[in-house]
């Protein structure tokens, strides 16, 4: 036996016969081989000799033995109707294309993704691998020589007793001699033959049943990829591996059949159950059959082995392991991958040293098993994908039989050996997780994507925006961003105030594309969706082209999202004089060189992003059109957030872990306009509500479980306390928000020349009271940061006014957003005013809220 596993003799023969057999469709060093193999020899032959293996035809009487005719015909029908189903799978995916090196390997991983597919290619190596130590335990029996002289001896021999090998008997004796019984044709032995009688099986000691039978029966019927592995050697194999492959199938289950009827009329139970090799007792000339042996076990391990080493070659070409398959890249001058080849040789050697036939089986059938309903999903997800290049020339499949394929193997795998296919699963897994985390190419193609694009195209036409229901709102931001180096923070904080909602980042470069020669935009895509991946949030990403940004981000809010799905809120860093801080430089995920570039050619993050503006420098957007950008998103119905600060936020709220830091924070909000603060109901309109809503949302992220909520309330100087905080308590008990409501009193001046009676805004929409609402703004920022412990800095009284760093510290601060003035003189103004009340503050939201978002109904 060791001959014929020779590494040597492999490789010789793989010379001989085969300079025939290029590696993978690659060639030589000097290009492509000329040999190419037609659809008899590089299909049909090759996928003959390994479903005519050892399990069958040294098992032939095991199977009809164990199960009786009857039952043996029914496994041998449920093993061909799943190989049909997978054959018309790979007969779909074959001529949807051109079929490179790696067969079977080359067709799971072009759909499903390098991760799955290279994770079952490489299971699918080791099924041909256990497959060639198979052969060369058992020796298969004839195939193609010796196959007719078998068949004769049914006829031409006549009824003879054949003595059987001895057994062992209890306590080390040994069991008399028996006979078996070889009747020519017989109706007797037929009918003996029909029933399953199942016993125990000489060659392993354990008691047989359907399943193990079916095991031993299906390793035998699954060599139907033999051909597809020599897909890098067909000339034609679009065309060579369904007919080859179809051909190749239609004839062994034939023979299968023919084989099972002449044992059933010819050989009684006990020889069929007691001499597996049975054959060479009822030979013409049992040296034929011994010779028969010993010649085609070489050629079935030979394909098991050539088609073994072919996937492995094509698996360590696409590199998806590593440097462990390195040396199976190595290719002789005729072109044959004599590395994958050693490789998968010194494999053989150490399967067989499991020695057992029948214990073999059940794994190597679970594996092949595996292969071949990756296939089947393979090819329904190609057809459930309904992408217009997926249109093979074979036509007779439905996604109908690939479901069935695959519900098919899954089922038969658990059936033949529970423990053999939990661990072929297992294995699966863990070589996807790998495969995953080292990172595949991306040009091969993902038919996942092609099935997210199906279903999310199908459910976002279901999202009728006519059903909107506000129990159900949830956010859906628009941020804006200029140069992200500068925004990272915000950049977290929006991703963690959507609540699963839509996250878009927006971005508008400046220029007119009637004076480009092309759109500036398209090629900074890349870099922008890697800044998101670098950034871990969870955002699409729209640029878009304009003369200035307000009238770009009128684009955006216009058209950004899809459907159901379109921003509800936008959300603008604030505009001051601060310089922006270069958050890149300090976070390891950004950490990059100067002049790296990301995989396939697109320019890195740092040269896409230059360095934040230097102080002074001029700025792409003015004040007033800041402050237009403000009103042109509440004209369209949107919410607005402005964020001021954010740099300033304890990086572990920000992070993606569950704030388990022992620092407690507090969340203020204010949910009442500051620039005309008053008591009464004025707390509860849809802009205070929104600020709790988003407050509350916050508090839902893990990083900011630990903070506390806190709310409040401005009394008036002649307002009694505690009517408004009842209030307020008991609504906030419906909306099942948890928080602790303080009452802040201004002081007898504060606010003074700001009547209760005018409406909101009139301080900012016209000149009258200008003085008096800077001195408001004022004393609002004063109230606040007492309340932060920062200080009052000669703000009003009240309960807790003049406290300085008494307790936690605040973390972030939400505050009321007026609505910009009607008049865009008064822009200017309408800033400064928002400059004066957030100074600092520390990280503050300023929001104005225009959609009710808010339910106390179930």
Known sequence: MASESSPLLAYRLLEEEGAAFPASGAGGPGGVSARKLSTFLGVVVPTVLSMFSIVVFLRIGFVVGHAGLLQALAMLLVAYFILALTVLSVCAIATNGAVQGGGAYFMISRTLGPEVGGSIGLMFYLANVCGCAVSLLGLVEAVLDDFGAVLVSFVAVGPRDIPLPPRPGPNGSSLPPRLGHFTGFNSSTLKDNLGAGYAEDYTTGAMMTFASVFAVLFNGCTGIMAGANMSGE?????????????????????????????????????????????????????????????????????????????????????????????????????????????????????????????????????????????????????????????????????????????????????????????????????????????????????????????????????????????????????????????????????????????????????????????????????????????A????????????????????????????????????????????????????????????????????????????????????????????????????????VVLARACGDLPPERLSRGSGGTSQLHHVDVWPLNLLRPRGGPGYVDVCGLFLLQMATILGMVPAWHSARLRI???????????????????????????????????????????????????????????????????????LVRAQQGRGTGGGPGGPEAGRDDVGPATALTFLYLPRPPADPARYPHYLALLETLSHDLGPTLLIHGVTPVTCTDL
């Open 712 to 782: 409040f309330l401005c009394l008036g100087p002649r307002e009694a306390p505690g009517a408004a905080e009842g209030r307020l308590r008991a609504l906030l008990s419906k909306l099942r928000i948890r928080a602790e409501v303080q009452e802040v009193v201004w002081g007898e001046g504060a606010g003074a020349g700001a009547p209760e009676e005018e409406e909101e805004g009139d301080f900012v929409n016209s000149g009258l009271g200008d003085t008096e609402a800077v001195a408001l703004a004022r004393s609002a920022n004063a």
């Open 234 to 534: 067909l000339k034609d194999p679009s065309r060579a591996i369904p007919l080859g492959t179809i051909v190749a199938v239609a004839y062994t289950f034939f023979i299968y059949i023919l084989l099972f009827f002449l044992s059933s009329f010819t050989c009684d139970r006990t020889l069929l159950q007691e001499d597996y090799g049975f054959f060479r007792a009822i030979s013409l000339w049992p040296p034929l059959v011994l010779i028969g042996i010993y010649a085609t076990s070489l050629s079935a391990s030979m394909s098991s082995l050539i088609g073994a080493s072919r996937i492995l070659h094509a698996l360590a070409r696409d590199d998806l392991f590593g440097v462990i398959l390195a040396p199976a890249k190595v290719v002789s001058r005729g072109g044959n991958p004599w590395g994958a080849v050693l490789y998968s040789w010194g494999l053989v050697q150490l399967v067989l040293l499991a020695g057992k036939l029948n214990t073999l089986a059940a794994v190597v059938t679970v594996f092949y098993l595996v292969a071949y309903a990756a296939v089947d999903l393979s090819c329904l997800s190609l057809e459930w994908a309904s992408a217009p290049n997926f249109r093979p020339t074979f036509s007779l499949f439905s996604w109908h039989t690939c479901l069935l394929g695959v519900a098919s193997c899954l089922l038969m795998m658990f059936l033949i050996s529970p423990g053999a296919a939990g661990g072929s699963l297992l294995l699966m897994g863990l070589l996807s997780a790998l495969l995953t985390a080292r990172g595949g190419p991306s040009s091969w193609g993902y038919v996942s994507q092609a099935l997210l694009f199906h279903q999310v195209r199908k459910y976002l036409l279901r999202l009728d925006v006519r059903k909107d229901h506000v129990k159900f709102w949830r956010p859906q931001l628009l941020l804006l961003v200029g140069n992200p180096r500068g925004a990272l923070p915000l950049l977290r904080l929006a991703n963690q105030l959507k609540k699963g909602g839509l996250y878009v980042l927006g971005h508008v470069t400046l220029g007119d594309l009637d004076s480009l020669p092309s759109d500036p935009v398209q090629p900074q895509y890349g870099a922008w969706l890697s800044l998101v991946d670098r």
């Open 536 to 639: 871990q949030v969870k955002a699409f990403v729209d640029l878009t082209l304009s003369p200035s940004v307000r009238q770009g981000a009128q684009h955006l809010l216009r058209i950004s999202g899809l459907g159901g799905m379109k921003p509800n809120t936008l959300v603008l860093g604030f505009y001051d004089d601060t310089p922006p801080q270069d958050h890149f430089l300090a976070d390891p995920a950004f950490s990059e060189p100067v002049d790296s570039t990301r995989e396939g050619g697109s320019p890195a993050l740092s040269t896409l992003f230059p360095p934040p503006r230097a102080p002074g420098s001029p700025r792409a957007l003015s004040p007033q059109d800041y402050v237009a950008t403000v009103a042109d998103a509440l004209k369209m119905n949107k919410n």
